[in-house]
T-cell receptor, first 112, second 112 residues
Framework: AQSVTQPDIHITVSEGASLELRCNYS??????LFWYVQSPGQGLQLLLKYFSGDTLVQGIKGFEAEFKRSQSSFNLRKPSVHWSDAAEYFC??????????FGSGTKLNVKP | SAVISQKPSRDICQRGTSLTIQCQVD?????MFWYRQQPGQSLTLIAT?????????ESGFVIDKFPISRPNLTFSTLTVSNMSPEDSSIYLC?????????FGPGTRLTVT
């Protein structure tokens, strides 16, 4: 069965510090992988996606993620966090680009 | 891209009643998807709705509880029937356009 694990429920980082959000998946085939961000009262916004090719993918807002097949991971990173990055982040995997399985989410708090 | 609107944005309902949530997309799409996000939890796919056919429900969701209509390529409704407090959630619709999935802003439902 497919599953997505985001082991960190809450993370607090200082503004300007680097960030890494973890995502591990269990999947029976080559996955499509996504990271979404959800700000309070807002809908989900796609940050980046991976489905083939270069395992390091660049997204919007300065985010990047690296697919590591050997570790079944797709961790999200940002070198310098801004206060506006405070939100909840969801990792998702899918057969294709529509039927997704989501992780439980990681809430990011940014300290001034 | 796709712009998705949902109505209502939020509602407070009494147990035993039903609520119909509308989802409107600004372009024609083949598949529309309905997700549920329970308080403090991640998103769970309820069903996939194709125009002109019965919706396909995920494990744990049934048509009698969550009937879905898909009358045309830009519109869908999800009804939450015979509501109980456990149905209090955010309900989101989503669509796939050119290999990207877009989400609506969600309908926040509280059942008292």
């Amino acid at each position: 069965a497919q599953s997505v694990t985001q082991p960190d429920i809450h993370i607090t980082v200082s503004e300007g510090a680097s960030l890494e959000l973890r995502c591990n998946y269990s999947y029976g085939a080559t996955p499509y992988l996504f990271w979404y961000v959800q700000s309070p009262g807002q809908g989900l916004q796609l940050l980046l996606k991976y489905f083939s090719g270069d395992t390091l993918v660049q997204g919007i807002k300065g985010f990047e993620a690296e697919f590591k097949r050997s570790q079944s991971s797709f961790n999200l990173r940002k070198p310098s966090v801004h206060w506006s990055d405070a939100a909840e982040y969801f990792c998702a995997v899918g057969y294709n680009f529509n039927k997704f399985y989501f992780g439980s989410g990681t809430k990011l708090n940014v300290k001034p | 891209s796709a712009v998705i609107s949902q109505k209502p944005s939020r509602d407070i309902c009494q147990r035993g009643t039903s609520l119909t949530i509308q989802c409107q997309v600004d372009s024609q799409v083949t598949m529309m998807f309905w997700y549920r996000q329970q308080p403090g939890q991640s998103l769970t796919l309820i069903a996939t709705a194709n125009q002109g056919s019965e919706a396909t429900y995920e494990s744990g969701f049934v048509i009698d509880k969550f009937p879905i209509s898909r009358p045309n390529l830009t519109f869908s409704t999800l009804t939450v029937s015979n509501m109980s407090p456990e149905d209090s959630s955010i309900y989101l619709c989503s669509v796939e356009v050119l290999n990207e999935q877009y989400f609506g802003p969600g309908t926040r439902l509280t059942v008292t």
